[in-house]
């Protein structure tokens, strides 16, 4: 099953899509879709597939244990990213006994062609930031040369060591935006996230900042489990919690074409005042 979450020219996006591939344990026939004028990355976020396109490529992907385990924060990272150059046929088949779910992002540039094969990419970034409640971990893929779409992933735990603090956690703060992306460049930033947390839990968002159509982002966003939306350029502070002893966990995979190339630690301010 493979459906829209989040499209261009609607919710604040322009160019910018993401769907979700998803396929049951009880699926054995491949899911097909195709790309024609957009750069792709498929994302891995739970169990395995072979994916094959008839542009030659042929890789597995996956292996990963649920979202919520802990072996989900060992297991390594991976994209396959497809250029925006000719129309491509890809097919996705499930293997393994876990049920198999993914993010696809696409993004349609506007006045070039990159003449690049499709690419595999395995491991990337991985950053520690912050510590007590504001600790969490940042995985990502940069691009390689010729493609636009940054993705990667935050998963904070959320425990306190303190057995009378509820647990929760600050998350994307301290501020990691640059000074380019706190000013003016806006309509050169698109960015989508999607959040994963126990059920029946919470977050809030603070938004600060400016969507890629020009619209002004300022105040509060509940933030639930499954939740897809955009984010502005500029700030998003996000908190999840309180909870009890092992549910205060988040997770949230993010996607975006920004008119800078960077790696998140590049950026991530982390001088701030802890609490533990």
């Not at 393994?96 to 349609?108: E, K, Q, S």
């Not at 603070?206 to 700030?235: C, F, H, I, Q, W």
Request: charged share 25%; hydrophobic share 30%.
């Amino acid at each position: 099953m493979i459906h829209t979450l989040l499209s261009g020219r609607e919710a604040q996006l322009d160019r910018l899509t993401i769907k979700r591939i998803q396929i049951r344990r009880d699926e054995i026939e491949p899911t097909h879709f195709e790309l024609h004028g957009v750069e792709g990355c498929l994302y891995p976020l739970t169990g395995s597939a072979v994916v094959n396109d008839n542009a030659g490529t042929r890789c597995g992907v996956g292996r990963r244990k649920p979202i919520e385990s802990e072996g989900v924060r060992k297991g390594s990272i991976e994209c396959v990213r497809w250029p925006a150059d000719s129309g491509v046929k890809v097919a996705v088949t499930r293997t393994g006994d876990y049920a198999f779910d993914a993010m696809m992002i696409t993004y349609r540039p506007k006045d070039f062609i990159v003449d690049k094969p499709p690419n595999y990419q395995t491991g990337g970034y991985r950053n520690e930031v912050g510590r007590g409640a504001y600790y969490r971990e940042v995985r990502e893929i940069v691009p390689p040369d010729g493609f636009r779409i940054h993705v990667g992933e935050t998963y904070s735990p959320g425990t306190n060591d303190d057995p009378k603090v509820p647990d929760g956690v600050w998350s994307s703060w301290p501020p990691h935006a640059t000074p380019e992306e706190t000013r003016e460049q806006y309509e050169h930033h698109e960015e989508v996230m999607f959040f994963l947390m126990p059920r029946d839990h919470y977050g809030i968002v603070k938004l600060n900042g400016k969507y890629v159509s020009g619209d002004r982002a300022k105040g509060l966003m509940e933030v639930r489990n499954g939740l897809v939306t955009s984010m502005p350029t500029g700030r998003h502070e996000i908190v999840s919690g309180p909870a009890l002893p092992g549910q205060g966990w988040l997770y949230y995979f993010w996607a975006y074409v920004s008119f800078l190339r960077k790696t998140y630690n590049q950026y991530a301010d982390d001088t701030g005042t802890y609490l533990k």
